[in-house]
Each structure stands twice: as C-alpha cells, then as structure tokens.
C-alpha cells in the first residue's frame, strides 16, 4: 500500500460516509427517517443497483465465472422484468395505503402475527447476508493491509451503522449512489487495465476466442 493507496482507500470512505450524513441532516421525523419523497428517481434507482450489485458480486463473479462459466448470469436476466412489475403494481398499492415497509402492509392484509413472522424471517436472512457482505471486503482489506480480519469486521460494520443510523433510508441510498459511482469507476479502470497489458500480437477479440477455447470465457 503505497500512500496514494492509503488517500484513496480513507478519503473515498470517510468522503461516502460524511456525505450521507450530511446530505440527510434535516430528517425531522420517522416518514423521513423511512420514506423520504425528497429523493430523485436516479438516486433511488442507483441505490437499487448498488443494493443488488453488493461486494459478494464483485469479488466472487469473476471467480464463478472463471472456475464454472457464465451460465449464473441469467438469473439477472429477470430482474428488469421483476422491477417493473414491482414498479407498476407493487409502489402503487404503497403509496395508497401510506404503508413504509412490505411488513407494515401484511399487518393491513392479515394481522400482526404475520407482519412479525416475516420481519423475522427478513432479519435473520438480511443479518445472514450482510454478515457476509461486510466480510468480503474485510476478507481482501486484511490480505492486503495485513489487518486482523475481526477488527476490519468492526470497522467496516460500525461505518456502515453510523451513516444508516444518523441519516435512515435516505443516507443510504445517498450513500450507495456515491458507491456506484466508485464501482463504475474501478470497472472501467480495470477494463483498461486488462486491455492494455494483452500482449502485442493479441487482439481483444483474439483473447476472446481464447478464452471460450480454453472453457474461460
């Protein structure tokens, strides 16, 4: 790690963080806190891609793919379909009932012990999968600062409670906007990367046919 490492790693990190703290400073209230209207449809939709695109997909897809091929991909094939679905009959019925979460409306639809029984069942499978979220880059942090692995843990995981915790749904999805835009950012850079140090007298479409020659497409 060398010092312009160090800027990028602190500054891009402390940079999301603040930000999304700042930008949700006047949240008064609990429809603030939970169902912010103020947000754009970009910065929504953004939040949504980074959500779906965690960092499990990056840090293991390209794994996946190199060791069993591409044929995973086409679960993302139905989440366009699945969205609009959700955005034609699903947001709707929401915002006539003036419901905040999916929960509150299976109280409306059924009664209280099955709002309970599936916030549960979203927390611990949630719990489950952020557990390992965190622990991913925690996992690449520690390989390359030479970090404990629990202590990284607790870094990352308090970072992303402070910014959830002061600023709500709105400080995240402020936050993961920030966080596509460094995710877009480093797959292009990558992208350049791996283009420029193909060899000579290989062409991109030639390290193609390779590729799918050898099965690693």
């Known amino acids: 790690m060398q010092l312009l490492d160090w800027l ?3 500054g891009t990190t ?14 008064k209230n609990v429809s603030d806190y939970l169902l912010s209207r103020k947000m754009k449809w ?19 897809t390209p ?17 366009p379909l699945a969205m609009i679905f959700l955005s034609a009959v699903i947001l709707p019925l ?29 927390l611990v499978q949630r719990g489950l999968a ?19 692995i629990y202590i990284l843990n607790i870094i990352l995981g308090g970072i992303v409670i402070i910014y959830t915790v002061a600023g709500g749904t709105e400080a995240v999805s402020q936050t993961q906007t920030q ?14 990367v791996v283009f420029n140090l193909l060899p000579a007298d290989v062409s991109f479409m030639d390290s193609l046919k390779i590729a799918g020659k050898m099965d690693r497409f």
């Open 8 to 10: 990028v790693l602190i």
């Open 14 to 27: 402390a940079f999301i963080t603040i930000y999304g703290i700042w930008k949700t400073r006047n949240n």
């Open 42 to 60: 970009y910065t929504v939709g953004l939040s949504i891609m980074a959500t779906q695109a965690s960092a499990i997909t990056f840090l293991s």
């Open 63 to 79: 794994g996946q793919a190199y060791t069993d091929g591409m044929r995973f991909v086409q679960f993302y094939f139905g989440l």
């Open 94 to 122: 929401y915002r006539k009932l003036n419901v905040y979460t999916a929960y509150e409306f299976l109280e409306h639809r059924f009664d209280l012990k099955t709002r309970a029984l599936g916030a549960f069942l979203f």
């Open 130 to 148: 952020a557990g390992l979220t965190i622990y991913a880059p925690s996992l690449i942090l520690s390989s390359i600062l030479g970090w404990d």
């Open 179 to 192: 966080q596509m835009a460094v995710i877009f950012v480093g797959m292009l850079m990558a992208g350049i």
